[in-house]
């Protein structure tokens, strides 16, 4: 069992940047595959970002491609997405997920998700 919590969310005008942080509890962060996924209100959720294990590999939404990038420390059982040039459509609740079998932008395979945390992006 793995359990996931997000921070870093809030509110930040256009243009600037937060860093999410996802903490996992257990021994075998390494090994799982992480995602970072969003939903806005009336939309479904959408892949933002994975980073493999192993090689650390990554995977990028066209949306986010170039303003986002995820990495992990897996000392510290953590995985971040660091968002910069921010736009109100990015606006959502951004949830990390993990899995053992998948790395990719399917939401359907991962199988532990964390609380999400709310990013709101003003104009």
């Known amino acids: 069992q793995v359990q996931l919590v997000e921070s870093g969310g809030g509110l930040v005008q256009a243009g600037g940047s937060l860093r999410l942080s996802c903490a996992a509890s257990g021994r075998t962060f390494s090994s799982y595959a992480m995602g970072w996924f969003r939903q806005a209100p009336g939309k479904e959720r959408e892949f933002v970002a994975a980073?493999?294990?192993?090689?650390?590999?990554?995977s990028y939404a066209d949306s986010v491609k170039g303003r986002f990038t995820i990495s992990r420390d897996n000392a510290k059982n953590t995985v971040y997405l660091q968002m910069d040039s921010l736009k109100p459509e990015d606006t959502a609740v951004y949830y990390c997920?993990?899995?053992?079998?998948?790395?990719?932008?399917?939401?359907?395979?991962?199988?532990?998700w964390g609380q999400g945390t709310q990013v709101t992006v003003s104009s």
């Open positions: 997920a993990a899995s053992r079998r998948y790395y990719g932008n399917s939401y359907f395979p991962y199988d532990y």
């Open positions: 980073i493999s294990w192993g090689d650390g590999s990554t």
